[in-house]
């Protein structure tokens, strides 16, 4: 399974020429802000050209991807309040390098029932909060020890 999945902001993703796949989820309300588990299908719609045929997806419309259940699986973070008319965000390179995919953009809509495939995942905000404190506490240290230093003089 990939790691987190990072979320690019638009200016960056449209300098990006790769393939580029769409893909529309739904989620429970009550999740948002929570990381969720995607199993992205084996077939994605090209985003360039909405499954119309561009040079992007050489003209088929779509991409199928050639990987595993779990290969096509990506960790994502929810927008912490999921708007009436859903959330769209741009993913790089979710699938891993493995995949033709450059670029994913995540349709999030709010839905009693989660899409096939969706499901929440274990305890990923803690971890990421983990790793955030781990970070800060090493840059109060460096802090301290450039104090140390220049107090030393
Ligand atoms: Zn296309």
Redesign the pocket.
């Known amino acids: 399974m990939s790691t987190l999945a990072r979320v690019v902001d638009p200016e960056a993703v449209a300098a990006l020429a790769g393939p580029s796949a769409r893909l529309a989820v739904r989620v429970p309300a009550s999740w948002s802000g929570r990381a969720v588990e995607v199993r992205a299908p084996v077939r994605l719609s090209?985003a360039?050209?909405d499954?119309?045929?561009?040079?992007?997806?050489a003209?088929?419309?779509a991409f199928k991807i050639e990987l595993g259940a779990a290969e096509r699986s990506f960790i994502v973070t929810l927008p912490e309040r999921l708007a009436a008319d859903g959330a769209l965000v741009r993913l790089l390179r979710p699938l891993g390098d493995e995949s033709v995919i450059e670029t994913l953009l995540l349709e999030i809509r709010a839905a009693e029932k989660p899409s096939e495939g969706v499901s929440l995942h274990a305890t990923p905000s803690a971890a990421a909060r983990a790793g955030t404190t781990t970070i800060l506490v090493v840059l109060a240290l460096v802090l301290t020890a450039l104090a140390i230093t220049l107090a030393a003089r």
């Open positions: 090209c360039r050209c499954g119309g045929g561009c040079d992007g997806c003209r088929s419309g």
